[in-house]
């Protein structure tokens, strides 16, 4: 069971270039959501999904899209990587979101647009 | 909106004694909250959640937090602290419904805790 896992760990692009931050979890969990991790912000949602063919937006999503055609998989694509795109990007999963259940978290992506 | 507050950028605190982050919320209806730890270069890590019950609630790694409804606060505490504790600490709380039974989760902005030998 490795839980939530995602690749890569560390990417550095150019503004203007696309790539997809990949996520994967194997808990058979309904819920996943993407975060974006920055000094003195806390973590704030970019998209999520209750199921697979159902996301929609969170607090940021500006940038990124999402999309969810199988359970396990939940990849983050950046359109046209910004400057202002650089941070940490988690993403994480729970059985039927937090009303009462935990979220799991990957390791995260260190992302860095020069 | 549902929010959740850390008021202590860092906390610093001698091995061996106790320990306080502070955490407040502002909610309508029943607050649902949660500690999450993130050590250096990892992911977050659940650390416990209040849902209802007891206003003390005890979670991993000898780490408890009291809910105090009146004062709006779920500060995290434990007993002795250890050089290992030493890492960012994330309150949540329930935030918007997303559908289908899930709601999204926001968190507050991070506390940062040194333990100094």
């Known amino acids: 069971n490795a839980g939530v896992t995602q690749t890569p760990k560390f990417q550095v692009l150019k503004t203007g270039q696309s790539m997809t931050l990949q996520c994967a979890q194997d808990m058979n969990h309904e819920y996943m959501s993407w975060y974006r991790q920055d000094p003195g912000m806390g973590l704030r949602l970019i998209h999520y999904s209750v199921g697979a063919g159902i996301t929609d937006q969170g607090e940021v999503p500006n940038g990124y899209n999402v999309s969810r055609s199988t359970t396990e998989d939940f990849p983050l694509r950046l359109l046209s990587a910004a400057p202002s795109q650089t941070s940490v990007y988690f993403c994480?999963?729970?059985?039927?979101?937090?009303?009462?259940?935990?979220?799991?978290f990957g390791p995260g992506t260190r992302l860095t647009v020069l | 909106a549902q929010s959740v507050a850390q008021p202590e950028d860092q906390v610093n605190v001698a091995e061996g004694n106790p320990l306080t982050v502070k955490c407040t919320y502002s909610?309508?209806?029943?607050?649902?909250l949660f500690w999450y730890v993130q050590y250096p270069n990892r992911g977050l890590q659940f650390l416990l959640k209040y849902i209802t019950g007891d206003n003390l609630v005890k979670g991993s790694y000898g780490f408890e937090a009291e809910f105090n409804k009146s004062q709006t606060s779920f500060h995290l505490k434990k007993p002795s602290a250890l050089v290992s504790d030493s890492a960012l600490y994330f309150c949540a709380v329930r935030g918007k419904y997303s559908g289908a039974g899930s709601y999204q989760l926001t968190f507050g902005k991070g506390t940062k805790l040194s333990v100094i030998p």
């Open positions: 994480a999963s729970s059985y039927r979101g937090t009303s009462t259940d935990t979220q799991y």
């Open positions: 909610v309508s209806g029943n607050p649902y």
